[in-house]
């Protein structure tokens, strides 16, 4: 992997990116992450099944999409392997649980979300958004199935994994763990086709992305006013029609009775 030329190593989140390429360099019995060759922003990664649960055994491998202004702000899991916990191909979001939901702390990293997705994992879905309730079994099923995964960019997931144990967290990183939630966001990932596109940090992505939903929101959204607008007339004018019929039938009921009778 040689990012040098390709990106400007004075960006803070290229520095950061390479700095914990650099750390997370050697695999552990625990989590393995590695950015694409060619997309110092995309990054693959397999994580353990946490022994004594319905996921030991398990290998899990996903994508990490770090946007361009990491670390400030969080990056994205997007889980592979089916695990029976989080639904795949949806981005799932770390926060801080409790009284600050949507914080993510820039002091954060690569390791700390891996790290928090493993603690995460066999904690009860609660039909938060992207949770999957699978019984024991099916999970356990799933775990076993999960060795067999084959990803296209890194091969064999399975052999991804060291048996070298890692470093155990430090105690400002499992206080961290113990905090953080994850929970999918409610837009699925877009399709293969588009991942090209996704995986370049450009800055003008989320503005094609705000024009295109307003070009595609503004003409429904004037025909849903103009239709509106259509039958509040034709309402009110049925209403007027449908008043005056009322008066003139009541004014021809007293004219009736007071001279024809
Ligand atoms: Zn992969």
């Given at each position: 992997m040689d990012f040098e030329g390709k990106y400007?190593?004075?960006?803070p989140a290229v520095k950061r990116l390479m700095r914990e390429a650099c750390e997370l360099k050697e695999p552990t019995e625990e989590y393995w992450a590695h950015p694409l060759d060619d997309n110092l922003f995309e990054w693959h990664f397999t994580v353990q099944g946490p022994p004594a649960t319905d996921f030991e055994g398990g290998v899990y491998h996903g994508r990490i999409l770090l946007p361009a202004e990491y670390p400030m702000k969080p990056p994205n899991i997007i889980l592979i392997t089916p695990n029976g916990r989080f639904e795949t191909n949806k981005k799932i979001c770390l926060s801080i649980s409790g009284h600050h939901p949507e914080t993510w702390q820039p002091s954060w990293s690569i390791r700390t979300a891996l790290l928090a997705l493993i603690a995460f994992m066999p904690t009860p879905g609660n039909g938060t958004i992207g949770s999957l309730d699978y019984t024991p079994e099916e999970r356990q099923m799933l775990a076993r199935k999960s060795q067999m995964l084959e990803c296209p960019s890194c091969g064999k997931v399975v052999e991804q994994l060291s048996s070298s144990v890692s470093k155990p967290p430090t105690q400002e990183e499992s206080s961290l763990i113990r905090q953080i939630a994850l929970k999918a966001e409610e837009q699925p990932v877009e399709e293969e086709g588009e991942n090209e596109e996704e995986q370049q940090p450009s800055e003008d992505k989320p503005v094609r992305q705000r024009l295109g939903v307003s070009q595609h929101l503004q003409p429904q959204s004037q025909l849903q006013h103009a239709t509106v607008g259509v039958v509040s007339s034709t309402s009110d004018s049925y209403k007027n029609w449908l008043m005056w019929f009322l008066v003139a039938v009541i004014i021809f009921l007293i004219y009736r009775r007071l001279f024809l009778v």
């Open positions: 400007n190593i004075k960006s």
